[in-house]
Nanobody, 119 residues
Framework: QVQLVESGGGLVQAGGSLRLSCAAS????????MGWYRQAPGKQRELVAA???????NYADSVKGRFTIYRDNAKNTVYLQMNSLKPEDTAVYYC?????????????WGQGTQVTVSS
């Protein structure tokens, strides 16, 4: 099982930056993949960025070149650096962890952190 605690959301003007943090309750070496999702009002939750235990990354087209996902193994923390923020990035951002054990996949979620980008 994994507990995830997010932090770093807030209000920022368009063009600004924020860094989100997701602290895991266990070594992230043991977690197959971690990622950030977001959900805007009236929209479905969507993948923003993900990183595997091997270090491979994946980004939504809408954030490529602006967002970077990376991890600090010593702190069991995954970060999302968000630059050149746009109003359409406004959403609740959720941290996700995927554990695969015996061919079964288990998903864990954080509580979410609000990001608001003003124009």
């Amino acid at each position: 099982q994994v507990q995830l605690v997010e932090s770093g959301g807030g209000l920022v003007q368009a063009g600004g930056s924020l860094r989100l943090s997701c602290a895991a309750s266990r070594s992230i070496f043991s977690i197959n993949a971690m990622g950030w999702y977001r959900q805007a009002p009236g929209k479905q939750r969507e993948l923003v960025a993900a990183i595997t235990s091997g270090g491979s990354t994946n980004y939504a087209d809408s954030v490529k070149g602006r967002f970077t996902i990376y991890r600090d193994n010593a702190k069991n923390t995954v970060y999302l650096q968000m630059n050149s923020l746009k109003p359409e990035d406004t959403a609740v951002y959720y941290c996700n962890a995927v554990l695969v054990r015996l061919n079964l996949s288990y998903n864990y979620w954080g509580q979410g952190t609000q990001v608001t980008v003003s124009s």
